[in-house]
């Protein structure tokens, strides 16, 4: 992943070269963590962008900042204006978006109510697992760190200093040769991968968790739960134990980034009878087909650019 192609950021309200986005050392966010943030695609669709779900992500969004006593100063059609404009400005088609709103740099005390900056970042890829895992399917390990309960710090928040907890469980899953690290929760159930929610397949039916788990509620999983039940499978949510996992048929990771990922092994033994699994590939096309326009069904999932959103070279000021 590298930024060196991004021109244009969007900060507080105005376009910005990418070499002057900068923030004050003393951010607050910097120093404890307390940013929200989304991730979000755009795909082409008719060979022009359009963003999968954002009004979704942009009311987790604010739904975030809210947990955390922030006020994003800008309404959703403003965001999604800067959205537009900078998917147009960087000559982008498929893209991976990056709002995040951060307490600023008035003050570092820790109960300082400071300012909310607002900035979104856009670009063409974010690749959180690699090709070949997506292909034949991740080597998935249990993870020795577990993920907080909701009575620590709001799972269902997308919030910056919440992501340490994903990294710790990453690094030490990377150090023994894994490609994902599984967080079970403090009850000892499944929670979620460190930046994906989990799918495991019996038969015909797909079965996920959700909050009462620890989790981040997916925007990808919720699209996988509409789309199961309209290709004629039985979706059922509730706990998941690492047993559910052992005697699946198929188990699969999903998110913005990585979309859907096949399980292929998890500590050393195979996942059902190899990844990916024909439920996990018969979803991964539905998803495919909508985030492309291709199934009409789906078309109120895509924001489609429109013709005026075209790109323009200033910066502007709001
Ligand atoms: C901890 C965690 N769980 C689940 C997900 C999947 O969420 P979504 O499908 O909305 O991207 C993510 C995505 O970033 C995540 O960070």
């Not at 994903?166 to 991968?193: C, H, K, P, Q």
């Not at 989990?198 to 620890?214: A, H, I």
């Given at each position: 992943?590298?930024?060196?192609?991004?021109?244009w950021t969007w900060m507080?309200?105005?376009f910005?070269?990418?070499?002057?986005s900068?923030?004050?050392?003393?951010?607050?966010?910097?120093?404890?963590?307390?940013?929200?943030f989304e991730?979000i695609?755009?795909?082409?669709?008719?060979?022009?962008?359009?963003?999968?779900?954002?009004?979704?992500?942009?009311?987790?969004?604010?739904?975030?900042?809210?947990?955390?006593?922030?006020?994003?100063?800008?309404?959703?059609?403003?965001l999604?204006?800067a959205i537009?404009g900078l998917?147009?400005?960087?000559?982008?088609?498929?893209?991976?978006i990056r709002p995040l709103a951060?307490?600023?740099?008035?003050?570092?005390?820790?109960?300082?109510?400071?300012?909310?900056?607002t900035a979104i970042m856009a670009?063409?890829?974010?690749?959180?697992?690699?090709?070949?895992?997506?292909?034949?399917?991740?080597?998935?390990?249990?993870?020795?760190?577990?993920?907080?309960?909701?009575?620590?710090?709001?799972?269902?928040?997308?919030?910056?200093?919440?992501?340490?907890?994903?990294?710790?469980?990453?690094?030490?899953?990377?150090?023994?040769?894994?490609?994902?690290?599984?967080?079970?929760?403090?009850?000892?159930?499944?929670?979620?991968?460190?930046?994906?929610?989990?799918?495991?397949?019996?038969?015909?039916?797909?079965?996920?968790?959700?909050?009462?788990?620890?989790?981040?509620?997916?925007?990808?999983?919720?699209?996988?739960?509409?789309?199961?039940?309209?290709?004629?499978?039985?979706?059922?949510?509730?706990?998941?134990?690492?047993?559910?996992?052992?005697?699946?048929?198929?188990?699969?990771?999903?998110?913005?980034?990585?979309?859907?990922?096949?399980?292929?092994?998890?500590?050393?033994?195979?996942?059902?009878?190899?990844?990916?699994?024909?439920?996990?590939?018969?979803?991964?096309?539905?998803?495919?087909?909508?985030?492309?326009?291709?199934?009409?069904?789906?078309?109120?999932?895509?924001?489609?650019?429109?013709?005026?959103?075209?790109?323009?070279?200033?910066?502007?000021?709001?």
């Amino acid at each position: 992943m590298t930024f060196e192609n991004i021109r244009w950021t969007w900060m507080n309200g105005e376009f910005v070269p990418w070499a002057e986005s900068t923030v004050p050392l003393s951010t607050h966010a910097l120093h404890y963590g307390t940013g929200v943030f989304e991730g979000i695609r755009s795909y082409t669709v008719d060979g022009e962008p359009a963003i999968f779900r954002l009004d979704a992500h942009l009311e987790r969004f604010y739904k975030s900042a809210a947990v955390y006593g922030m006020r994003i100063p800008f309404t959703p059609g403003q965001l999604t204006e800067a959205i537009c404009g900078l998917i147009r400005r960087n000559r982008l088609t498929e893209s991976y978006i990056r709002p995040l709103a951060f307490v600023g740099g008035e003050t570092l005390g820790i109960r300082a109510q400071g300012s909310t900056e607002t900035a979104i970042m856009a670009w063409p890829h974010m690749a959180h697992v690699s090709e070949q895992s997506r292909r034949r399917g991740a080597k998935l390990t249990v993870s020795p760190y577990r993920k907080f309960h909701a009575s620590m710090m709001p799972t269902t928040a997308k919030a910056c200093g919440q992501y340490l907890n994903s990294r710790l469980a990453t690094m030490e899953a990377s150090r023994r040769g894994y490609d994902e690290a599984l967080l079970l929760n403090i009850e000892g159930t499944v929670a979620e991968a460190a930046v994906a929610n989990v799918f495991v397949v019996s038969g015909r039916t797909l079965r996920t968790n959700d909050e009462k788990s620890s989790i981040l509620m997916g925007i990808t999983r919720d699209s996988i739960l509409q789309l199961a039940v309209a290709e004629g499978f039985k979706v059922e949510v509730g706990t998941i134990t690492v047993e559910d996992l052992c005697q699946a048929d198929e188990v699969f990771l999903c998110g913005t980034a990585s979309e859907i990922v096949p399980v292929a092994e998890l500590d050393g033994s195979r996942m059902g009878r190899g990844a990916p699994g024909p439920v996990t590939s018969q979803i991964r096309s539905a998803f495919d087909r909508a985030k492309t326009g291709a199934s009409s069904e789906w078309d109120h999932w895509l924001h489609r650019l429109a013709a005026e959103d075209a790109p323009v070279e200033t910066a502007v000021s709001r």
